[in-house]
């Protein structure tokens, strides 16, 4: 499977953002879709998944401002992002697994990544 993120850029604080992972050679029925970002200095870390069958979930911390979708006619998933804050300034991923649902926030069980969009937010 093939994965292409897109979408980032640079917001303003309090701003909205949708970034976009496309598959190729694959389809997001057939794997859990992850999100991921990686600040500067810091762990990757787990933003929001869409399993094949269509559950959701998201960190935490991000819940009620991320949110995680599918376009299963796209091929794609998406990542809704309101209420920017400074801190949400990174590096996202998006990456795929086989492993199951309860393994989905660990980014050293996903077997494939796409290249990463940044995404930068401006205060």
């Known amino acids: 499977v093939q994965l292409q993120a897109s979408g980032g850029g640079l917001v303003q604080a309090g701003g909205s953002l949708r970034l976009s992972c496309a598959y190729s050679k694959g389809t997001v029925r057939q794997y859990t879709t992850g999100w991921f970002r990686q600040a500067p200095g810091k762990e990757r870390e787990f933003v929001a998944a869409?399993?094949?069958?269509?559950?959701?979930d998201s960190a935490d911390s991000m819940r009620g401002r991320f949110t995680i979708s599918r376009d299963t006619a796209k091929n794609t998933v998406y990542l809704q992002m309101n209420g920017v804050k400074s801190e949400d300034t990174a590096v996202y991923y998006c990456?795929?697994?086989?492993?199951?649902?309860?393994?989905?926030?660990?980014?050293?069980?996903?077997?494939?990544w796409g290249q990463g969009t940044l995404v930068t937010v401006s205060s």
């Open positions: 990456a795929a697994t086989r492993k199951i649902w309860g393994a989905r926030a660990r980014p050293d069980l996903y077997g494939y």
């Open positions: 869409a399993g094949w069958s269509g559950n959701t």
